[in-house]
């Protein structure tokens, strides 16, 4: 395996292909190490149809064990702020910025738990992520949390002052039309903010939802 700086989905993504001949592709991706620990590739799930596209970091245990995004408890705290903030979630495509699990195994080796992507991780598997921006060309797109917003607007990316606010999703390297994106909190906030600070960071995470809803709203008139 090249060194971290060379680490690239790129070669696995099949050219022409529909969001299922990518889905297939991905199973077999080897374009960075975390696919030899990770049980297997948790591709995007939802319809080409979809208006928004919903981006996570990378899947967690339950999803790993399952193949499906956002399956486990940050999957259940996204459902209940997606329909309080009026998103339906049959317009959405769920999918992460990382497709592997990443983590680290504790209490001999029982325990998986989750660690951060690096860059290097998150820059190669951008073009999973891109080609199913461009298939879909959704009308707006949700980062949630620090990765997908450093996978989609770059490295210098903030949450803490980009959220909540419409921005530009700036073309992918084949000059396909950007778009709007929102970014938010990772749902997996919410679930770490102690008992004070939880109701805050829900009610956030549903405002800045709700920026997008509105964006879908104003886009159906
Ligand atoms: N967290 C994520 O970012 N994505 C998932 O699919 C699950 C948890």
Redesign the pocket.
């Known amino acids: 395996m090249p060194g971290p700086e060379d680490y690239d989905a790129g070669p696995f993504v099949p050219v022409g292909a529909d969001l299922q001949g990518l889905r297939d592709a991905a199973a077999g991706c080897r374009g960075c190490p975390l696919f030899r620990e990770a049980t297997r590739t948790?591709f995007g799930s939802g319809e080409a149809s979809a208006r928004v596209v919903l981006v996570?970091?990378?899947?967690?245990d339950?999803?790993d064990r399952k193949g499906?995004?956002?399956?486990?408890?940050?999957?259940g705290v996204l459902t209940r702020a997606l329909a309080e903030a009026g998103i339906d979630p049959a317009e959405a495509y769920?999918?992460?910025?990382v497709k592997h699990f990443k983590f680290e195994r504790q209490e001999r080796g029982k325990r998986r738990i989750?660690k951060a992507p690096t860059l290097h991780e998150i820059s190669a598997c951008r073009p999973w992520l891109a080609s199913e921006l461009r298939l879909i060309g959704p009308e707006v797109v949700v980062a949630?949390?620090a990765?997908?917003g450093k996978s989609l607007l770059g490295s210098s990316f903030r949450v803490t002052q980009q959220r909540g606010v419409p921005l530009v999703l700036p073309p992918d390297g084949d000059g396909e039309a950007g778009g709007t994106l929102v970014a938010t909190i990772?749902?997996?906030a919410v679930l770490r903010a102690d008992a004070a600070a939880r109701a805050g960071a829900y009610a956030g995470l549903i405002a800045d939802l709700g920026v997008a809803a509105r964006l879908l709203d104003d886009g159906s008139r």
């Open positions: 948790v996570g970091e990378q899947p967690g339950q999803e499906e995004p956002f399956v486990g408890p940050a999957g769920v999918t992460n910025a989750h949630l949390g990765t997908a990772h749902p997996s």
